[in-house]
């Protein structure tokens, strides 16, 4: 009887231990869970992706879904402490906004759940060589990467008579030196002479867009963070130049672009957000979730900086609100 007992009794212990192991972050849902935000600055697109990460968490939990939401305010160096204080709070699933916070939580866990928005290519952001659309492991995510050649095209076909283009961006973000790259491969063969202008820092920005602006007919500026963190020292050297500018999202075009070709950072958020949802409530293993990009991208222009410069668009374009 005592060893019935004994029996009976590491069974119950068994089966609590199986219980508890259904309800952690990866493999059951909670009663609470607490994700963490590390948003690399404060902008217009970045802040759009991560309000509708926030919409459709809090639309499937509820109250049961706290936020420890941070911002690193541009500064790169930030992130891998933020993203520690993250890890060591043992929040449930974290959400990396653009690359340099990715880079910090793929470098902070392997456990906790990562996932990754407003990254344009995700090969280029972690250093993966052939990458396939699945990062594997602990992180997935979205990506912003709008069709490179759809741009460039864009620029041809509202700038027909430029014949050098500049192509300003970031040195230190990586996806941005791959967007510039791809944009001068296309330009190139359809026979317009690129320039490449990359500035360090916010230091640097107003004299290389300067020099920028003083050799090239028209500018293109990827979805760079810092771009976008600065597009008003940019639009002040644009417009006295006369140099329009092609953007690679809306938030840029609507500072210091002329037209773009974008996606709805919003709707990027959201479909981030109920990637989140599947992970946390246990019906999709992070590991097998390959990168999901933007269902459909939109046309649109400044009405200020087009009328202002004299560029005229198409009636398929959208204007900026």
Known sequence: MKKLTKLMALCLALMMVLALASCDSTGGEKDSYTVGICQLAPHVALDAATQGFK???????GDKVTFDEQNAGGDDSSCPTIVAGLVANNVDLILANATAPLQAAASATTEI???GTSITEYGTALGISDFSGTVGGNVS????????DQQAQILVDIFPEAKSVGLL???????SVYQVQ?????????????QL????????????????CDNSDVLYIPTDNTAANNTDTIA???????TPVVAGEEGIC????????????????????????????????????????????????????????GVNVPDDFEAIA
Do not use: R
């Not at 995510?141 to 490179?148: E, F, I, K, R, V």
């Open 182 to 194: 791809t944009v001068k491969s296309e330009l190139e063969a359809k026979g317009i002479t690129c």
């Open 169 to 175: 961006y970031c040195s230190g973000e990586p996806n």
């Open 197 to 212: 202008y990359a500035f360090t820092d916010v230091n640097d920005l107003p004299a290389v867009t300067q020099n920028a």
């Open 55 to 61: 919409d459709a968490l809090t639309e499937e939990f």
């Open 141 to 148: 995510g979205t990506s912003d990467l709008a069709p490179l």
């Open 254 to 309: 609507a500072g210091c672009g002329c037209v773009t070709l974008s996606i709805s950072y919003y709707d990027l958020g959201v479909a981030t957000g109920k990637m989140a949802v599947k992970i946390l409530k246990g019906e999709a293993d992070i590991s097998e979730m390959p990168i999901e990009y933007a269902p459909q991208f939109t046309k649109k222009y400044n009405p200020a900086n087009c009328e202002a410069l």
């Open 236 to 242: 002040n050297i644009v417009l006295a130049s006369g």
């Open 113 to 115: 759940p990562v996932l």
